[in-house]
């Protein structure tokens, strides 16, 4: 099977040691590499994924979501009357959101099994580069 690589604000130059170690331990590979930020000209690009549903799509998240949780059916839809000053805040992280309330989830219990066995000097360098993404929405380069 075949392994699942997901990079975002890959560089090219990197890509050399990606593909090198890949063949060197034979094995296959599907990359998918992300790019965050606007998109000047969509044309250019193969496939773009925007952060904000379509409206086609508000309405399946509406149906799916509210067949998932039907108790909160009502601030499901509200949703798209909620935004509509403001459509791009419209994802599907929202609807998430909205959807389970209280008991959303989220991603704490996936970060604390993947730092908990690192040493303190590990976690602060985490730390500072989690504050670098969160302020500048900017991956850091690999070499820092």
């Not at 969160?134 to 850091?140: A, L």
Request: glycine letters at 2%; one cysteine or more; charged letters at 25%.
């Amino acid at each position: 099977m075949p392994l699942l690589i997901v990079l975002e604000s890959f560089e090219v130059k990197e890509s050399i040691p990606l593909y090198r170690d890949l063949a060197l331990a034979i094995k296959n590979a599907v990359i998918l590499i992300v790019r965050r930020g606007f998109v000047p000209n969509a044309k250019d690009k193969k496939f773009i994924l925007k952060a904000q549903l379509e409206l086609n799509e508000i309405s399946l998240f509406e149906n799916v979501f509210s067949t998932l949780v039907p108790f909160r059916r009502q601030e499901i839809h509200s949703i798209k009357t909620d935004y509509k000053f403001t459509p791009k805040y419209i994802s599907p992280f929202v609807y998430g959101l909205v959807t389970y309330d209280k008991d959303f989830i989220g991603i704490e219990n996936y970060v604390v099994k993947c730092l908990q066995n690192i040493s303190l000097e590990q976690k602060k360098i985490v730390g500072f580069i989690c504050l670098i993404y969160h302020f500048t929405q900017k991956s850091v380069p690999a070499e820092l």
